[in-house]
């Protein structure tokens, strides 16, 4: 019988460390907004992303509240009016990098497809990234648009002329390995 056990825990502890993965701990997303009134922009430094290096699989997940924005009042705004984050406090994306080459030593220009979820709305999502391999970990990095109205994030009629329909996110994640803790 002991044997048997051990032999399990044997097996889960190989499988459990087997798996290669890095993270991000500190990732950054930025936005930005061109409007004819005054241009919006915040970054948020706060943001978690991990990726599986054995089959491409990658998970983010970033709380709404952590961006930061020039003005105050812009923040409070962001936060109260448009994504609600007291009732959708997470952006959360899962998906893969399509044929993610693990053993690339140059750069490489990958499609990330997957879900996001954001103001409580799922879609699938394609987006082109850079994988850059810096000693024994990765820098992922690109750009995407977001539609506001394909999320359902409500713009009252009067302050439409001020906020894109359409607002450019950037991202730049720096993994190293992951231990687990």
């Not at 061109?34 to 915040?42: D, K, M, Q």
């Not at 409580?120 to 082109?128: C, F, I, P």
């Not at 730049?172 to 390995?177: A, D, K, M, Q």
Request: net charge negative; hydrophobic share 45%; with cysteine.
């Amino acid at each position: 019988m002991n044997t048997i056990i051990a032999l399990i825990f044997s097996f889960t502890c190989f499988c459990a460390f087997s798996q290669d993965k890095i993270i991000a701990r500190q990732g950054q997303v930025s936005f930005f907004s061109y409007t004819s009134v005054e241009n919006i922009e915040a970054a948020n430094n706060q943001v978690l992303s991990i990726i599986d290096l054995s089959n491409g699989d990658i998970a983010v997940s970033m709380l709404m509240r952590a961006f930061v924005f020039k003005k105050a009042l812009m923040e409070e705004h962001f936060n109260e009016s448009y994504v609600e984050s007291d009732l959708y406090p997470k952006l959360e994306f899962e998906g893969e990098i399509v044929d993610f080459e693990i053993d690339a030593t140059t750069a490489q220009t990958k499609m990330v497809k997957g879900k996001m979820t954001l103001h409580g709305v799922t879609r699938e999502v394609e987006v082109k990234a850079q994988i850059e391999p810096i000693e024994n970990a990765y820098v992922l990095s690109g750009e995407f648009d977001v539609g506001v109205s394909e999320y359902e994030i409500n713009v009252p009629p009067l302050l439409r002329p001020n906020i894109a329909k359409v607002i450019n996110v950037m991202f730049r994640f720096e993994y190293e390995p992951y231990e687990n803790q």
